[in-house]
């Protein structure tokens, strides 16, 4: 497409043509599994990684689904959310409180949805992500919305796209995967300690196939540390890790004994205690 | 006559110029607004990540990680439209430096005239997405490939 002499206007005029072309196609190629033919290709010019992480919401959603119930005093309570002065300290906080909003979004709690709304813009304006709720209206939304939980967490979708996008357009990602550990240490808080209280089986095999999100996040925080301020929070992650070996090895589901999920609890309850600062 | 002619050159260089930028240029949001339409009315935004590319004369990749559950279902979709070059997707199950990995979807930019391709895994945990694009004469152009993930729990 590129060979010409006149590489300028060739480079234009091909230009030009493809995005003329683009712009009629919306047929789409939809595969799954079963029609793609196993092959193995080594691929040696991949020379760096990237995570992706899932939302706090579906983390939320699939606890909710194995039975985690709502307990109000468990959230971060949102009068700490001046106490966190440090960019880290904000940015922790800031997945936390995502986590407690989705918490609460998933179990109807409205006002308290709306609260976290405001802690969530309140800090978002001190990590300098000042626009990511600024126009979507998104109180009036919760508000418009209540009690229809399906609406709910399409709102709290679309909240996570936004602040996808602002982390993006901004160069942020590796305030996203800090953001991530916030909420993904939350959500796994509100897990152990509903399941500590109420002692549920498919709670727990949904705490245990976590394992596959820590890995993801160790790696993540890695790549992002270097600076070396990050390195008491990969530790903290690292231990926790622990509690998940043989993960990995396990042809059948993982599921962590009654010993691990004991220290898993201690372990999570220590780190969020640390990063709430309660 | 001479003067009007430079003028009428200038206007068409500055005309292919804009189509050029317009093309490379990667406006994210309008990218993924198209795949979220693919999402509806099933599938839940969950996650997104845009690969800004500086085309180079060398073979060039990124390799995504991407961890899923394994009991539910999820819908990946990738936007190539801002991507001015030919590329390859491959989805496997283990990282590029692992032995025997799978091939789990493949698609070839100069084997389609789409942009918008669609992979629906079943009972995968992690997944590695690699970008590949070859190298080109001309070094320089930007471009970007979106890719973005919905979920559906069961």
Redesign the interface.
């Known amino acids: 497409m590129?060979?010409s002499t006149i590489?300028i206007?060739a480079?234009?005029?091909?230009?030009?043509l493809?995005?003329?072309?683009?712009g009629n196609?919306e047929?789409?190629?939809?595969?799954?599994?079963?029609e793609?033919?196993?092959?193995?290709?080594t691929?040696e010019?991949?020379?760096?990684?990237?995570?992706?992480?899932?939302?706090p919401?579906?983390i939320a959603?699939?606890f909710k689904?194995a039975g985690l119930t709502y307990i109000g005093d468990l959230t971060n309570s949102i009068d700490n959310v001046d106490n966190y002065n440090s960019k880290q300290d904000q940015k922790l906080n800031y997945g936390i409180y995502s986590a407690d909003m989705a918490y609460c979004i998933m179990n109807n709690q409205t006002q308290e949805s709306i609260n976290y709304l405001s802690t969530l813009k309140k800090l978002s304006e001190k990590i300098w992500m000042t626009d990511v709720m600024g126009a979507m209206g998104l109180s009036q939304r919760l508000e418009a919305n209540v009690g229809n939980e399906d609406s709910l967490?399409?709102i709290m979708?679309?909240l996570?796209?936004q602040m996808?996008?602002y982390l993006?357009?901004n160069e942020m990602g590796a305030a996203g995967s800090i953001i991530f550990a916030g909420a993904w240490i939350e959500t796994m808080y509100l897990g152990v300690k509903v399941n500590e209280n109420e002692g549920n089986e498919k709670l727990i095999n949904r705490l245990s196939?976590q394992a596959?999100?820590l890995?993801?996040l160790i790696?993540s925080i890695k790549q992002n540390n270097n600076d070396n301020q990050l390195s008491d929070l990969l530790t903290d992650l690292e231990s926790i890790n622990k509690h998940f070996t043989g993960f990995n090895d396990s042809e059948e589901q993982f599921r962590l004994s009654a010993e691990a999920i004991h220290n898993l609890n201690n372990d999570i309850t220590a780190l969020r205690t640390k990063i709430v600062g309660e | 006559m001479k003067r009007l002619g430079l003028y009428f050159t200038l206007i068409a260089i500055l005309a292919l110029s804009s189509a050029a930028i317009e093309k490379s240029d990667c406006d994210t949001r309008a990218l993924k607004n198209e795949l979220i339409k693919e999402l509806r009315p099933d599938f839940k935004y969950d996650s997104s990540n845009i690969n800004r590319f500086i085309l180079e004369n060398k073979k060039q990749g990124t390799e995504i990680q991407v961890p899923i559950f394994s009991s539910e279902k999820y819908r990946l979709l990738f936007n190539t439209a801002a991507l001015p070059s030919d590329f390859e997707i491959l989805i496997y199950d283990k990282k590029h430096d692992e032995r025997n990995r799978k091939l789990l979807f493949s698609v070839k930019g100069s084997e389609t005239d789409q942009h918008v391709f669609i992979f629906e895994p079943e009972n995968a945990k992690t997944m590695y997405i690699d970008y590949i694009l070859p190298g080109v004469e001309e070094e320089g152009i930007s471009g970007c490939i979106v890719f973005l993930m919905g979920y559906k729990i069961s």
Do not use: H, W
Request: overall charge negative; hydrophobic content about 35%; proline content about 2%.
């Open positions: 590129y060979k590489k206007a480079v234009l005029i091909a230009s030009s493809l995005y003329a072309c683009g196609q047929e789409e190629n939809i595969i799954t599994q079963e793609v033919v196993t092959e193995e290709i691929i010019e991949t020379n760096e990684l990237e995570y992706v992480f899932p939302s919401l579906q959603e699939l689904r967490t399409y979708a679309d996570q796209m996808d996008d993006d357009e196939e596959i999100i890995e993801s790696g």
